[in-house]
Structure formats: C-alpha cells, structure tokens
C-alpha cells in the first residue's frame, strides 16, 4: 500500500496542474457602442478592426462602415464598406480580408456575405461571398485550414437549418472567390442558443468560440474535426461576466462614459476574437446587458495561440 500511494499521489498532482484554466487577464473597458472588433497584425503592426455602427457615439457619417484602428497610435484608417455590418477581419499573407453582410434592404440578417481585400488598407477590393436566398445570416469568422479556408457565419433562418437560434453554419472556398456552402450537418447546434463568433484552426481541429445562453450569457468554446461532432471544453467557460470588465483601460473615454461603465447592466461577455503580437494573445470582447447597451473591451493571455488553444482541452 505505501508503494501504491508514492505513485498515485504524483499523478493526482499532474492531473490538477493541467486541469487549470488558462488565464485570460481581463484590462478592461476601451470604448462603448462598439461591439464587433478583431484585433490582428498586418505587416508587423498590431491593430483593431472595428464595425463602427450607425449609433456610435462619435460617428458623423450617418451610416454602418468598417475601420481599422492603430493598437500603438490609436490613429484610424480611412472608413470603407459603407452600409455593410457585423465584420470580421483575417490577415494571409500581404493581404487583409473583411467579412461582412448587409443588401438588398437589410443589414442584420441578410442574405449576402461580402467580402473586402486590401493591400495597404486604403483601397478596397470587394465581391459577394455568399449569396443565399432565405438564410437570415449575422456574425462571421474565417480562418484557413491546410488549402482551404473555411468561413463560419452565424444564423436564425432558414428554421430547418438553424433550429433554435442563433446557429454556426459553415463554407468553404480554395481562393477566397468561390465559395461552396458546406452540408446543412455541419452546424454547432440547433438544440439550444449557441451564437458564433471567432473561429481558429489548429492541429486537424476547428475551435468555435460562442455565446452561450446561461446565467447571463458567456463565451464558451468547442471543438471539432468535421464540423459535425463536437467536444466542449471541460474548462468552459472562456469568459463570463465580472467587476473586471468595468475597468477602464481607454484613456479617451469620457467623464459621461467613465460613468455608464459604472453603472452600466452587465449580464453578458461576447463577441470574442483574438491574435498572436509578440507572444502573447490581445483579446477583445464586448460586455453589456445583451440588449443593445454594450461596451468593447480588452484582455491578455501570456503565451502563444497555439498554447491558449490547446489549454482548452489536455489531451
């Protein structure tokens, strides 16, 4: 028996060790009305994509476009994709993709995906991604997977297709042109609210990071090497609602706002996406009472992409 104990206690040891959750450091509030923001790194420099909406507080514009925002500086690239919503943004190679929906007279819930390329972040080149007649689409992440890439969009409509919404469905494409849209199987999940947002790939496996409805509403992650079956993390979830959020980590906020984010409902942390910039992982998130009064946050995690994934699941 005492052999039996000097061996089981150090495995018991490992065992706690590896089931710790990986900390995300939460820095806290940057800007308010402003929800969906990629932070990504473009030719050696570090910076936040942003959906500037219609009712941002300093938009003189008077319509939806999509920005990019120097992390360092804070100086903002010339607007784009006037009227286009919910955007994404994904960096291969010399060249920055956006994603977005919007047309045909609706914004949220359109049927068109749009797709945006540029080289300098200045001059645009667009097409339609995804042109789906009956499909209510939203949110979009893209990422690439070996010699594809794949886009993942969030969905109500059509019911058979989403069932309770919201709903991840999938495409697939070769050069970022043609896209094909994947079986109606590949979805994560029709049975519940699970509403998509950032999509990375990593190792033979896709990670969906989504809202889930629950006590609130909390970013949790999955797993999946088909898009069909999938493993929630034991670990979940990535991140909840807290006090942290209500820090502030923008320095151009407002007295006005400074007092919003202390009062401010706070039932919800969503809207998560993220990149690698010298080692450690930027985050962004969004935080508010899921009915429209929301906040755009940042958060750090010290180490690697590769890292923060895999820590989700110990093999």
Not at 37 to 64: C, H, I, M, S
Not at 204 to 223: I, K, S, T
């Amino acid at each position: 028996m005492p052999c039996i104990r000097w061996i089981l206690l150090p495995v018991l040891a490992l065992s706690a060790v590896s089931a710790e959750r990986p900390a995300i450091v939460k820095l806290g509030t940057i800007d308010v009305d402003l929800v969906e923001a990629t932070p990504v790194v473009f030719k050696g420099r570090l910076y936040r994509f942003e959906y500037v909406r219609q009712n941002y507080w300093a938009n003189q514009t008077g319509d939806d476009y999509f920005r990019f925002v120097d992390h360092r500086t804070g100086q903002a690239t010339p607007g784009f994709a006037k009227g286009r919503v919910l955007g994404s943004a994904f960096v291969d190679g010399d060249t920055m993709y956006v994603t977005g929906t919007g047309g045909r007279g609706r914004k949220w819930g359109a049927e068109l995906v749009w797709m945006f390329a540029s080289r300098d972040l200045k001059n645009w080149e667009e097409w339609v991604a995804l042109d789906l007649p009956g499909f209510s689409i939203f949110n979009t992440s893209l990422c690439k997977a070996g010699d594809r890439y794949v886009l993942m969009f969030e969905i109500d409509k059509p019911k058979e297709q989403a069932g309770v919404p919201f709903t991840a469905r999938f495409a697939t494409s070769r050069d970022l042109k043609r896209w094909d849209l994947t079986p109606s199987e590949n979805n994560y999940s029709k049975d519940r609210y699970t509403a998509p947002h950032c999509l990375r790939y990593l190792d033979g496996y896709f990670y969906n990071f989504y809202l889930e409805a629950h006590e609130g509403y909390e970013m949790r992650v999955v797993r999946s090497r088909d898009l069909i079956h999938w493993e929630s993390s034991p670990l979940n979830p990535v991140l909840r609602a807290s006090q942290d959020d209500r820090k502030i980590a923008g320095e151009k906020l407002s007295q006005a706002h400074r007092r919003r984010v202390a009062a401010a409902v706070n039932r919800n942390n969503s809207d998560i996406d993220f990149c690698e910039y010298k080692g450690r992982l930027i985050i962004n998130y969004s935080w508010g009472n899921q009915q429209g009064v929301e906040h755009l946050a940042e958060a750090v995690y010290e180490g690697t992409e590769r890292a923060f994934l895999k820590a989700w699941f110990h093999e």
